[in-house]
């Protein structure tokens, strides 16, 4: 059974003050969080070399989404210090390739603190991770809670969102491509899928 890392997404201090969250809604689930900030965020274009990463907020992140034309893309929050991370990430870049002719992109967010920002680049770099990568800007409380209120905290985890950058199905803990690729295949499909696939929390854990 998958197991989740058994620590939180990182701390809730901020970095730099947080920008706020669009909508995310849950599929039949999740009410829509709603952060107060710009309705205009500035969309961060990603550079797709190994290593790179752009910082960006929750809001950020889903305005890219939605402009990026994709049908579908799955967000998956990660950490250097993260193991079962470190093993879903090189998964997820080469399911990327199966996923793109069906419009479904991949793109990575690292919840590393600022300052083990290089650790992050450097796991990239050395995985030849070339999936489109972000580090979060301001408070990871503040992210979890723009990109889906109900996530716990639990890394890894993966969020599909429809290119409203509404969120259909969330993966809460480390998935398998033969996990990931069904929900897929029925999103893609315009079949209804369950909202979350939740692999528990690891002991010590609270909601």
Not at 4 to 32: F, L, M, N, Q, V
Not at 130 to 138: F, I, P
Not at 139 to 153: M, R
Request: net charge negative.
């Amino acid at each position: 059974m998958s197991t989740a890392c058994g620590r939180e997404a990182g701390p809730g201090s901020a970095r730099k003050p947080a920008g706020s969250a669009a909508a995310a809604t849950a599929a039949g689930t999740a009410p829509a969080a709603a952060i107060e900030g710009p309705s205009n965020p500035r969309q961060p274009e990603p550079a797709e070399a190994p290593g790179a990463l752009t910082h960006a907020t929750a809001e950020q992140l889903l305005a890219a989404i939605k402009a990026s034309g994709k049908k579908g893309t799955i967000v998956n929050a990660w950490a250097s210090w993260c193991g079962p991370c470190r093993r879903e990430v090189p998964m997820l870049q080469a399911l990327a390739t199966n996923l793109k002719p069906q419009g479904v992109e991949i793109v990575l967010v690292s919840v590393d603190d600022a300052k083990d920002e290089a650790k992050a680049q450097s796991f990239l770099k050395d995985n030849a991770i070339t999936l489109k990568s972000y580090l979060v800007e301001g408070s990871v409380a503040d992210f979890k809670e723009g990109i889906n209120p109900n996530w716990p905290g639990m890394l890894p985890a993966s969020f599909l969102f429809d290119r409203t950058a509404q969120l259909v199905h969330f993966w809460g803990g480390e998935a398998f491509e033969n996990e990931i690729v069904p929900v897929v295949e029925s999103f893609v499909a315009g079949r209804a899928i369950d909202a979350e696939t939740r692999y528990g929390l690891a002991p010590g854990k609270v909601e």
